[in-house]
């Protein structure tokens, strides 16, 4: 693994494909998942299309919110899905279960949309016991047969399935998205294969560095939308 400053542009451009590397910023700040641009305003539009408003019925939605209302409701969703998962683990049925699934999805942004709108729809492509497994593989700390047991959910894959990994471990398991992959393996997409290497390390580097892996995932996420994470981006992937 290399730790490269984001200013050494050659050693960056000389990165082969999946050698892994991270940025050097500061992976100890605790800062808030930040977007900069409304994607999930278009995600609840397709989802509730879909399923209707049953499971939305506690919140408050603004049809009309800019990207700072965004951030505070990708908050209150945060928080609200941990409450959910509190109650499922005392009282676990389905609806509840269905429940926190779409509420995660809707927290996943505009990507989310897949499993409601293709294939079969929603009710073909959710299954409530297949997801009750993966949730319990997660319980056990195995996070990488839980991300292939969710991620055989229709459209979900590993780049959605790790946001509900990262739910259901309290945080300890890292999402491994396709701008994650692009930023630390070099890859077009998150491929399941490298999800348990990229725990691992992961996990080393948050002890290395007396931080968490919560921690690291949303510094560097935050990281890639600044001008310096977009062009470590660009020349990783050879653009």
């Not at 400053?5 to 960056?12: A, E, F, H, R, V």
């Not at 300890?172 to 294969?193: H, Q, T, Y």
Request: net charge negative; with cysteine.
């Amino acid at each position: 693994m290399k730790i490269l400053s984001s200013n050494d542009l050659t050693s960056i451009q000389a990165l082969e494909r999946n050698e892994v590397a991270f940025p050097e910023i500061d992976f100890t700040n605790d800062v808030e998942l930040r977007l900069g641009s409304p994607t999930i305003k278009g995600a609840y539009t397709n989802i509730t299309k879909k399923v209707g408003f049953k499971y939305f019925d506690d919140i408050d939605w603004n049809e009309q919110g800019d990207v700072e209302w965004q951030n505070n409701m990708l908050q209150w969703l945060s928080a609200s899905i941990d409450s959910l998962i509190c109650d499922y683990f005392t009282n676990p049925n389905v609806d509840l279960l269905t429940r926190i699934f779409i509420r995660i999805q809707l927290w996943g942004g505009r990507e989310s949309r897949y499993p409601f709108v293709k294939g079969g729809g929603f009710n073909e492509n959710f299954d409530p016991t297949i997801y009750a497994e993966g949730v319990d593989l997660i319980r056990e700390g195995k996070y990488y047969e839980a991300n292939i047991k969710i991620g055989s959910l229709g459209y979900v894959a590993t780049a959605f399935a790790t946001k509900h990994l990262f739910f259901w471990s309290r945080n300890k398991a890292p999402i491994f998205d396709s701008l994650i992959a692009k930023i630390v393996f070099g890859r077009k997409s998150a491929d399941e294969r490298f999800y348990g290497k990229y725990v691992k390390i992961v996990s080393d580097l948050a002890n290395d560095l007396d931080t968490t892996s919560n921690k690291i995932e949303r510094n560097l996420f935050n990281w890639a939308d600044t001008e310096e994470g977009r062009q470590w981006i660009k020349l990783r992937m050879k653009e």
